[in-house]
């Protein structure tokens, strides 16, 4: 049957195009891949081949036509044994089907999944606030890194596809000494000195959580995982979408995050509110040693992507940690570390040691802090946030991340969305300043939030 | 070392052959269709054709054993079809549909099957090659004696990443073939404008990874090269590179107008060094195979395209609510 030649799209952007020279003419033989035409689309001028073969029985659109249409006829195409004559048939059967191109407008439309607007106030949401453990568990004192330490070696003993890969995490026994003893017991199979190479091995890692092991990745520090964040992002994040549902990445990358102390700008920066951003990864910063024990047991089993952001300044600091054979904490679920009624505190990671500081310190004034410490990141618990805003009526922020796009800026979005008339005052964002981290010692201590500047928020939302 | 060619009078069945063919002009023709379709509007975004290049997958995929596995960059068309994924859902995938093997949602360069150990499809250059080495790694630590091979361009070959992984690689002895596809353009920029040493089969030495340069358009060169360079493989002693020559016969992406290289030099190639033109000299010179024998083939493969093709248009668009599925999963995969 003779086939119509269409005038093709040449370009993701193409919607009409210059016919501007045919390299056949009525009566050539053509087989597939001969160059037949040229044809300018928006961004060039482009050769273009024929897909099958047979004879250009009639050109349709004469060259140097201008604005033509895609698929638009240009030509007929006759097959073995047909003639011109064939042509009138064919005219009228070809599809000219008009493709759905996906404006950009169409992606903004569909991303933020908005509720309509409602006169009404929204009722309080009901957070799960059960406790981490059941009541008189024993509990022991455990410093953050004993922690993380054990939080790793339960679960490598548990399954044994679970390994361990970073910079110094063998031999060394960690360069934070988080992987002490790990070499020992588990052997250089499981137990993995990498070369300094992260983009590397952060891709090795991903890779092999698609050929079924559960790779924890260590990063010396978080700052040297910006060598290594389209692996994190590209590779595994999306991978699950991408292929409709088929792969996943069960995968851990955790290290210390943020300032230390006097490290200089590039070794201090809190990546909380970049990985939070990123649909498919699930996003930790732990304070206490049992909050990192519990989420870290659980990072190591969830069968996603999880960012787990630790701190170097947390590792020496003890906490209550549950003896229990198998204490996990779920993601999702933030905890209220003091009650109060007066404010709310959110933070998490270091931020609550200015929270809580802060806190004991508005209490010598009376006035009454709720914290609450947020825990994961992605996927975040608004609720427990909003339930509190709906009763203290008053919010402050607390992180050590820069103040642009920050995870502060989120929750206050959230609360002018779903606690708006709730609030008695503006929400007031603690954050790192907008500028890199300086080396000396006081401008340092500048470049981070305070307890003073948490307390001295307090005291602006609060009037007193 | 100089360019190895398969023997004047290859040691190969006429099965082998006759398949050999098959399978590379399904690529072929398939890519024709979808370079139609996205003429027509139906395929969007880019669309990397492999045409010019059929040898190489089909030649290594003859020296792949059942559960080895594979990976490459966004030009995947040809790997997907070489190791037996469906034309339908790969088409489908490619205009965007449900029937799609990403259910729509990855595209073109974005497309996996675990069923047949192909593990994408990605759009980053260089990206795939240290997810290639992990996927080596896996297999190593499970000892279950599979290779991978980690395909990427001549382009890829100039990215940092590939360095690291071929030193880790090496260092910890993974069952790897990285195949280096050097089509000498990596998008507009010839090889000789972007290279400073032209042979990137070498560039293993530095970590003790050992190196062929292969031609290409001789699907039975490739074979032989693959067979060697598995056996390498799976007898421990680590990974391999295989630099393979070839040409695209298209530009980088639809949109390429391909002005960096003359019409004759393309022409050339496909005149003097075609791949599936090759092949069927061999069948006839050869007497494996009649004219006859040929068309029916041919035909065969136009209606699996043209199936493919349909399927492609009729497959609905996925529903809207999958816009929000597959983020996140709560089912732990299965060991591999």
Request: net charge negative; glycine share 10%; hydrophobic share 40%.
């Amino acid at each position: 049957m003779a086939t119509e030649i269409l005038m093709p799209a040449l370009s993701p952007t193409m919607e009409e195009g210059t016919l501007a020279k045919w390299l056949v003419k009525e009566g050539d033989e053509v087989s597939s891949g001969d160059i037949i035409a040229e044809i300018e689309t928006d961004k060039a001028t482009m050769e273009f081949e024929a897909v099958d073969e047979g004879t250009i029985g009639k050109i349709l659109i004469e060259e140097g036509a201008e604005g033509v249409k895609v698929n638009t006829p240009i030509a007929v195409l006759l097959e073995e044994g047909e003639s011109a004559d064939d042509i009138d048939s064919a005219t009228s059967n070809a599809p000219a089907p008009q493709a759905d191109t996906a404006s950009e407008s169409d992606a903004a439309d569909s991303a933020p999944k908005a509720a309509p607007a409602t006169a009404k106030a929204p009722d309080a949401p009901k957070p799960d606030q059960s406790p981490d453990w059941p009541e008189g568990t024993e509990t022991k004192k455990q410093t953050v890194r004993e922690a993380i330490n054990a939080a790793i070696a339960e679960e490598m003993r548990g399954d044994q596809t679970v390994f361990i890969m970073g910079e110094e995490v063998a031999e060394y026994e960690g360069a934070y000494k988080i992987t002490q003893g790990l070499l020992d017991e588990f052997g250089a199979k499981r137990v993995i000195d990498t070369p300094i190479t992260e983009h590397g091995f952060a891709g090795i890692g991903v890779g092999a959580s698609w050929g079924g092991l559960r790779p924890i990745v260590e990063f010396m520090t978080w700052n040297f995982a910006m060598q290594a964040i389209d692996q994190i992002i590209n590779s595994a994040a999306k991978t699950l979408y991408m292929s409709g549902g088929q792969m996943g990445s069960p995968i851990v990358f955790r290290g210390p995050n943020g300032a230390a102390a006097r490290v200089g700008a590039q070794h201090s920066q809190d990546y909380a509110a970049w990985y939070a951003q990123v649909p498919g990864l699930k996003v930790v910063q732990p304070y206490s040693a049992a909050d990192a024990k519990g989420l870290l047991k659980s990072a190591i089993r969830d069968p996603n992507p999880v960012v787990f952001l630790e701190n170097e300044i947390l590792y020496g600091k003890s906490f209550e940690v549950p003896v229990l054979d198998d204490f996990t904490i779920p993601f999702g679920k933030a905890r209220i570390a003091r009650d109060g009624s007066d404010v709310t505190i959110v933070s998490f990671g270091i931020g609550m040691t200015y929270a809580l500081e802060a806190a004991e310190k508005l209490a010598e004034d009376g006035i009454d802090a709720e914290v609450i410490d947020l825990r994961t990141l992605r996927p975040m618990d608004h609720d427990t946030v909003i339930a509190s805003v709906m009763k203290t009526n008053r919010c402050v922020t607390v992180e050590e991340g820069w103040p642009v796009a920050s995870i502060g800026n989120h929750i206050s979005a959230v609360l002018m969305e779903r606690a708006f008339d709730y609030l008695d005052a503006p929400v007031i964002n603690c954050t790192g300043k907008d500028v890199p981290m300086p080396y000396a010692a006081n401008l340092e201590k500048l470049a981070l939030t305070s307890t003073d500047e948490v307390i001295e928020a307090v005291r602006k939302v609060t009037y007193r | 070392m100089t360019t190895r060619k398969s023997a004047k009078k290859p040691n190969v069945s006429a099965d082998e052959l006759k398949a050999y063919y098959r399978d590379m002009l399904l690529i072929r023709r398939f890519e024709e269709k979808a370079g139609q379709l996205y003429g027509m509007g139906l395929i969007g975004g880019f669309c990397h054709l492999y045409i010019g290049q059929e040898a190489v997958v089909v030649g290594l995929e003859a020296a792949a054993e059942e559960g080895d596995k594979r990976i490459t960059t966004y030009r995947d068309h040809g790997h997907m079809l070489a190791c037996g994924m469906d034309p339908k859902g790969v088409m489908a995938e490619l205009t965007g549909r449900e029937g799609g093997y990403s259910r729509g949602k990855g595209g073109s360069m974005h497309m996996f099957s675990t069923e047949k150990d192909f593990y994408g499809g990605h759009g980053i250059v260089g990206a795939n090659v240290p997810l290639g080495a992990g996927l080596a790694f896996a297999d190593k630590y499970l000892e279950n004696n599979r290779v991978t091979f980690t395909y990427f361009g001549d382009g890829a070959a100039n990215q940092g990443q590939v360095y690291e992984t071929f030193n880790m690689a090496a260092l910890w002895d993974l069952p790897v073939v990285f195949v280096i596809e050097n089509n000498q353009y990596a998008m507009g920029t010839s090889q000789q404008r972007s290279t400073s040493s032209p042979d990137i089969y070498h560039r293993g030495e530095a970590f003790g990874i050992p190196g062929d340069m292969v031609d290409g358009m001789d699907v039975l060169a490739v074979k032989e090269a693959g067979d060697k360079a598995v056996a390498h493989c799976r007898a421990g002693k680590g990974p391999y590179i295989l630099e393979i020559k070839t040409y695209r016969y298209r530009g980088h992406s639809m949109s390429d107008p391909a002005k960096y290289r003359t019409r004759e030099e393309v022409q050339k190639m496909r005149e003097e060094k075609d791949a599936i033109e090759h092949v069927r000299d061999l069948l006839l010179s050869g007497k494996h195979a009649t004219e006859d024998d040929l068309k029916a083939i041919d035909k065969e493969i136009k209606g699996i395209v043209s199936d493919a093709a349909d399927f492609s248009k009729d497959s609905a668009e996925p529903a809207e609510a999958e816009l929000w599925t597959d983020i996140y999963t709560d089912i732990a995969p299965q060991n591999a």
